[in-house]
């Protein structure tokens, strides 16, 4: 069964600080990560994807894969109010394409 | 370029009753996903169609639960004589072919069961 873990968390942060956000997962078959943001009452909303070991940055944004260690991280730079949120790490692909397997979440206050 | 659209927002039902919620994936996309958040739960999938094919059904509960997408019209996801359990935020998410795995969130259904 696929497992993705988000062991970090509540997380508060100043604005202005880089926020830091870790998730790991079970099935090394997972070929596909997500990041995910909601809002309170809102639907997840996609920004980040990640395919291949490394870093890929997209404006003030930072996913990092480690398929050795089964470890995805997430940095937001200079975090904003806005950016108060709950996150969430997601693995796909694999065995069961197109059946995404969501972490429980990250909730993220940036406070002023 | 509208995203998913999902319809009611809000449905309300008593025990016993059954509820439908309905899905039109972002234009272009030919793959639906439904997925159930349960209050302070996280996100799990439900099920994969494409038109007329349900290609993985593994996160649907096995009784009261079905789910389609015709050749003509959204997703449908249907639950007969709804339990208490079943309220919950419903959210469909569509992805273009071929990449699965990059799906959209519509804004979702809270189902509330009284």
């Known amino acids: 069964q696929k497992e993705v873990e988000q062991n970090s968390g509540p997380l508060s942060v100043p604005e202005g600080a880089i926020a830091s956000l870790n998730c790991t997962y079970s099935d090394r078959g997972s070929q596909s990560f997500f990041w995910y943001r909601q809002y309170s009452g809102k639907s997840p909303e996609l920004i980040m994807f990640i395919y291949s070991n490394g870093d890929k940055e997209d404006g003030r944004f930072t996913a990092q894969l480690n398929k050795a260690s089964q470890y995805v991280s997430l940095l937001i730079r200079d975090s904003q109010p806005s950016d108060s949120a709950t996150y969430l790490c997601v693995g796909g692909g694999g065995t069961s394409y197109g059946k995404l397997t969501f972490g429980q979440g990250t909730i993220l206050t940036v406070h002023p | 370029n509208a995203g998913v659209m999902q319809n009611p927002r809000h449905l309300v039902r008593r025990r016993g009753q059954e509820a439908r919620l309905r899905c039109s994936p972002m234009k272009g996309h030919s793959h639906v996903y439904w997925y159930r958040q349960l209050p302070e739960e996280g996100l799990k999938f439900m099920v994969y169609?494409?038109?007329?094919?349900?290609?993985?059904e593994s996160g649907m509960p096995k009784e009261r639960f079905s789910a389609e997408f015709p050749k003509e019209g959204p997703s449908i996801l249907r639950i007969q004589q709804v339990v208490r359990g079943d309220s919950a935020a419903y959210f469909c998410?569509?992805?273009?072919?071929?990449?699965?795995?990059?799906?959209?969130f519509g804004p979702g259904t809270r189902l509330t069961v009284l």
């Open positions: 998410a569509s992805s273009p072919p071929p990449n699965q795995d990059t799906q959209y």
């Open positions: 169609l494409q038109k007329e094919n349900i290609i993985d």
